[in-house]
């Protein structure tokens, strides 16, 4: 047997690993696969909403008569 021959063979063999290795994982990306369903949380719809707390001011400087 030649090299030649021998690495055609070794090729066949690394591009039959590569063919499965694409099969088995698919189209890379979005492209090929389901949409994933959007996930409905269930929430208190009928509660309602807390009041928010005020926002902290800043200090408060205030005018003392001398």
Do not use: H
Request: proline share 18%.
């Amino acid at each position: 047997m030649s090299s030649e021959s021998v690495g055609g063979i070794l090729g066949a063999i690394v591009a039959a690993v590569v063919l499965a290795v694409a099969v088995v994982f698919g189209p890379i990306g979005q492209y090929g696969k389901p949409p994933k369903p959007a996930k409905v949380e269930p929430g208190p719809a009928a509660a309602p909403a807390a009041p928010a707390a005020p926002v902290p001011r800043g200090p408060v400087i205030k005018e003392v008569p001398n």
